[in-house]
């Protein structure tokens, strides 16, 4: 065709309608029944009248970076070369800011299209102290959020994560360790309740917010996230906080210093 080899660039393939339209279902159905695995979900969305099968479910599932919740050998997504660390918070009494933070990735659907969102949170208070949007799920939008964190508010004695590769990932791990001197922990195999503060405040926030709005584009995205995180910091009264605010329970208690 007399045509270069360099002329010819892999173009990417947008995710199709039908598939947006069943990643909004499984998170929905996730966030609902965080144990159903593919053939659960298949089974769910086939009642919904969805003619899927088990295999693209379970494609999907990887893409939107979910699986079941149950015990099992492994509990996320992550990478056999990197290290995982212990569990730091079994019996451990948490009353103090910035003594433990959390941090987490979950995935937010669109009008067309998705988005994950990284967010860090105080697990005394709840309050969530930084976030931040990215179209992939790489390791650079998570380190920007807790680099955010600790830049308004100083470091924590332990970050607890899940075993993602994107926590585990050296950029990652170094920033938390070396950099700051922060003793990082992660959750243990199956054992999702090990980060359950973070995965209610997903529930909350895709209830009051995200499954309210389909959002047309990132930036709209991220202006009506923000307008929500502060609603749930400074206004939201908290049922485990005696109904008073996360911002009221941040900044009333002493700190914690690192250690």
Known sequence: MNLSRGCLYYQAVPVCELDLELMRQIDWLHLEYPFAGARMLRDLLRAKGYIVGR????????????????????????NPEHPVFPYLLRHLVIEQPNHVWATDITYIPMRRGF????????WATRRVLAWCISNTLTSDFCIAALEDAIALYGTPQILNTDQG?????????ALTR???GIALSMDGKGCWRD?????????????????LHAYDSVSEAKASIERYITFYNAQRPHSALGRRTPDM???SAPATEAA
């Open 165 to 173: 590769s994107q926590f585990t990932d050296a950029a990652f791990v």
């Open 249 to 251: 329970v941040y900044f």
């Open 195 to 211: 980060n359950v503060f973070v995965e209610r405040f997903w529930k909350t926030l895709k209830y009051e917010e995200v499954y």
């Open 115 to 122: 988005v994950y969102l990284c967010a860090v949170l105080d």
């Open 178 to 180: 070396e950099t700051h």
């Open 55 to 78: 295999r693209h479910v379970a494609t999907l599932m990887a893409r939107m970076g979910i699986e079941a919740l149950y015990r099992k050998r492994v509990t996320s997504r992550r």
